[in-house]
């Protein structure tokens, strides 16, 4: 599987790129932001109205740092919190997106982060946001229900991955 890949995003068409580990510059705009959440090996996933199974995640707001803004969202969607573990990002360059307006909503290129998130304690799901429900998935089944771009299996790969990379550290 390769690292690039081209999605239709409200009939725009985008490129992603997935850069593991990689190093954000002052300059780079973090768009967003998502958590891989494991519990006992199982990945939880969230329904979103109108998008299907998905990681929880969403977008920076103003003031926030990355890691407050993934906190706020998995709390919002999933209901859970834990120890983060940041894995890389997906560049999302608008460069060959004709439609792709210069004083619009999002940058020509820009960033979404993703982090490992082992959790430490699991709420009461109160579908108090925008999720209709939480699911605990076995990393092998996530291709069959998670609703995403092929990226997302990528990123799995290297949330899994760096699980063992922290236990091998601490050994």
Request: aromatic share 12%; glycine share 6%.
């Amino acid at each position: 599987m390769e690292n690039q890949t081209y999605v239709n995003w409200d009939g725009q068409t985008v490129s992603l790129t997935w850069q593991p580990y990689k190093q954000l510059h002052a300059s780079d705009v973090a768009t967003s932001v998502h958590g891989y959440c494991f519990l006992d090996e199982k990945l939880v996933l969230v329904q979103v109205k109108g998008r299907g199974f998905n990681v929880p995640g969403g977008h920076v707001e103003k003031g926030e740092v990355p890691e407050q803004a993934l906190r706020r969202e998995v709390y919002e969607e999933a209901y859970v919190a834990g120890e983060l573990t940041y894995i890389g990002a997906i560049e999302v360059n608008h460069s060959e997106n004709r439609e792709f307006m210069e004083n619009g909503k999002y940058p020509k290129v820009g960033y979404q982060l993703f982090y490992r998130m082992d959790i430490t304690k699991c709420f009461l799901f109160l579908r108090q946001f925008e999720t209709t429900a939480r699911i605990w998935v076995e990393t092998e089944e996530v291709p069959y229900v998670m609703n995403d771009h092929e990226l997302a299996l990528l990123v799995l790969k290297e949330a899994v991955a760096s699980k063992r990379k922290l236990d091998s550290n601490s050994e």
